[in-house]
T-cell receptor, first 109, second 108 residues
Framework: QKEVEQDPGPLSVPEGAIVSLNCTYS??????FMWYRQYSRKGPELLMY????GNKEDGRFTAQVDKSSKYISLFIRDSQPSDSATYLC?????????FGAGTTVTVRA | NAGVTQTPKFQVLKTGQSMTLQCAQD?????MYWYRQDPGMGLRLIYY???????DKGEVPNGYNVSRLNKREFSLRLESAAPSQTSVYFC???????FGSGTRLTVV
């Protein structure tokens, strides 16, 4: 079993919709929880990170962590065509990141 | 420009050939990383260097070697390339806060 499992997608949503992305994990030692955005043929770009259970907002993005259920989510409000990308969850333990496989999102204009 | 710079951007190798992927960062970060990305597999850690002078294996180190030349540079070497090493390789620094733009490697 992989340490980090991510809903595979792909997701296709109309412009303005809320996008919901989810990951589960099995390693209780993970300390930080990240979300990355990756455009086609580009490197991953860190969107948000958090280390505690609860919600963290940054503009249209909300990261949610539930350590008791070992579950994290990313919500994108008022989605735009420019949000079309692959989103990767990642979790940090002892200098090392473990990534989910990614979810490809397409926002239709 | 500040960031992580990888060279080359593209490379085609024949089976058995060797090559070194170069990575440099100008942000004075202590830690640097090499990942490979394959379809449906996400990013997998090959090797990392928590600080200058140290290197450690990640999840998929077989067939690779690394050198932390100084604080700025961290290279990845394929001694005898195999088709299974066809992938996109990413270098990152500062526990993954900053990634390079990748090297697309094809081994034929």
């Amino acid at each position: 079993q992989k340490e980090v499992e991510q809903d595979p997608g792909p997701l296709s949503v109309p412009e303005g919709a809320i996008v919901s992305l989810n990951c589960t994990y099995s390693n209780s030692a993970f300390q930080y929880f990240m979300w990355y955005r990756q455009y086609s043929r580009k490197g991953p770009e860190l969107l948000m990170y958090t280390y505690s259970s609860g919600n963290k907002e940054d503009g249209r993005f909300t990261a949610q962590v539930d350590k008791s259920s070992k579950y994290i989510s990313l919500f994108i409000r008022d989605s735009q065509p420019s949000d079309s990308a692959t989103y990767l969850c990642a979790m940090l333990n002892d200098y090392k990141l473990s990534f989910g496989a990614g979810t490809t999102v397409t926002v239709r204009a | 420009n500040a960031g992580v710079t990888q060279t080359p951007k593209f490379q085609v190798l024949k089976t058995g050939q060797s090559m070194t992927l170069q990575c440099a960062q100008d942000m004075n970060h202590n830690s640097m990383y090499w990942y490979r990305q394959d379809p449906g597999m996400g990013l997998r850690l090959i090797y990392y260097s928590a600080s200058e002078g140290t290197t450690d294996k990640g999840e998929v180190p077989n067939g690779y070697n690394v050198s932390r030349l100084n604080k700025r540079e961290f290279s990845l070497r394929l001694e005898s390339a195999a088709p299974s090493q066809t992938s996109v390789y990413f270098c990152a620094s500062n526990t993954g806060y900053t990634f390079g733009s990748g090297t697309r490697l094809t081994v034929v």
